[in-house]
């Protein structure tokens, strides 16, 4: 496979990017589109596999929001090339109890998921979608299913004769003023419109977990569309460059030497608890579980470790042409520049000299420009799965991403080629030993 030849249609690329931002308006309607596209190319569920042999293509699905695939190596020991990402966004979670009627208009209650840039959210279509418990009405057992509501929701903002500060920057209050309005008080509750939604009786729903998401499709921005703006870049977009690579690393003749992992992990917004977050024994289950299947004991699994990497991988800051001074002196990323290498003396990110070095020669073998980013030394920063996993496993790594501007806004922009040239690092990634 030639791989320099490969994703070299960036805005093909992004196009493909934009449509699986459209499809995974939630944690969970992501799972259910990866899933989607893995079966399509052959993957098949892990389930009570007893057998696996090299260029075997299987998945696994936990809780309904956190994703594992495999393609089996041809390596007699369980040896892993791990990409690592999340599949969740900052967003606003619908309560329990949620309906409220206000001056004749009803409305919900909401309480903030991660750390959205609250202001971004006022004054735009805002969709309602996730999923709903329900009985069955002939088996009486509990079901779920994934909804999008037609419905359309609003924040509107106060007017500025109002609200006289607004352009100075007011705190908002997320208990009175995160109330998205969708109908009058004499129209449908939420319960009919979940209901509606399911196709399922109002008196058979017992439950719901539910998040606001923007509708609004990606769009081309600046001088030849050089620049894709979207929702949930942060991080559906390093799931989608995942994604796409270990799907083509599949379709390839050769089968990798060590076995290739994209596991996409909820609730990374949040601190990666939970049963289905980083933070919890999930990936480290799942490879044992398959290092067993394989005929590996578990001398052999651990010792495999030793020589696997984690490949982790999660958007950047790039450097914002109005507040320059807000980035480091030196490391400043810029969209369309390539893949960045995030580093963190604090280890809130993984990268060490050793795993830069191997990402550099994996940038280097695809023809693919590389980046660094760190922070301004007196600002902190976020971190990523990185080292929950690198934690958990261990395992030697990298933190990677590509640049972004305006991190955790509802809509956030990135540079087109980023996209495509980190589809093909990845791929040069899953498909050969690193040195």
């Known amino acids: 496979m030639d791989i320099r030849s490969l994703f070299t249609n960036a805005r093909e690329t992004c196009l493909s990017l934009a449509d699986f931002i459209r499809r995974s308006i939630t944690p969970w309607h992501a799972v259910a589109e990866m899933e989607r596209r893995l079966v399509a190319a052959g993957f098949v569920p ?62 919900l209650a909401t309480e903030v998921y991660g750390g959205p840039i609250l202001s971004t959210w006022f004054d735009r279509p805002l969709g309602l979608a996730g999923r709903v418990w329900f009985t069955d009405a002939e088996t009486g057992r509990l079901c779920s299913r994934l909804v999008e509501l037609e419905t359309r929701f609003v924040l509107p903002n106060l007017a500025i004769h109002m609200n006289r500060e607004v352009n100075k920057g007011v705190a ?176 809130s990110y993984i990268t060490d000299a050793p795993g830069a070095a191997r990402f550099h020669l994996i940038c280097q073998a695809a023809g693919v420009p590389c980046q660094s980013f760190s922070n301004r030394s007196d600002l902190g920063g976020g971190s990523t799965i990185g080292p929950l996993l690198s934690g958990q496993l261990p395992l030697a790594g990298v933190d990677v991403g590509t640049p972004v501007w305006a991190m955790h806004s509802l809509r956030e922009t990135a540079g087109v080629e980023d996209q495509a040239w980190f589809c093909r690092a990845l791929v040069q990634y899953f498909s050969h030993r690193l040195p």
Request: with cysteine; charged share 20%.
């Open 46 to 107: 892990l389930g009570n596999h007893t057998r696996l042999e090299p260029g075997d293509l299987v998945y696994d699905i936990a809780f309904g929001s956190a994703l594992t695939a495999v393609i089996v190596g041809d390596a007699p020991e369980p040896v892993w090339s791990l990409v690592g990402t999340h599949c969740d966004s900052p967003a606003l979670a619908v309560k329990p109890a949620a309906d409220q009627v206000a001056e004749g208009y009803r409305r």
């Open 172 to 347: 908002i209050d997320p208990k009175s003023e995160l109330l998205p309005v969708y109908a009058t008080a004499e129209g449908r509750d939420l319960l009919s419109l979940l209901a509606e939604a399911a196709d399922v009786d109002p008196a058979a729903l017992l439950d719901w977990e539910l998040r606001f998401f923007d509708p609004e499709p990606a769009s081309f921005l600046g001088d030849g569309g050089i620049w894709i703006q979207a929702p949930r870049l942060d991080n559906l977009a390093s799931c989608h460059a995942g994604l796409e690579a270990l799907l083509t690393a599949a379709a390839a003749e050769e089968v990798p030497g060590n076995h290739a992992v994209l596991f996409c992990a909820d609730a990374e917004e949040v601190g990666s608890h939970g049963k289905s977050g980083a933070a919890s024994l999930l990936l480290r289950d799942r490879l044992e579980r398959i290092a067993l299947i394989l005929g590996a004991g578990r001398a052999e699994f651990l010792a495999g470790l030793d020589q696997s990497f984690l490949l982790s991988a999660d958007l950047a800051h790039a450097v914002h042409p109005n507040r320059a001074e807000l980035a480091d002196a030196t490391n400043r990323p810029r969209l369309n520049g390539g893949p960045v290498i995030k580093s963190a003396a604090n280890l």
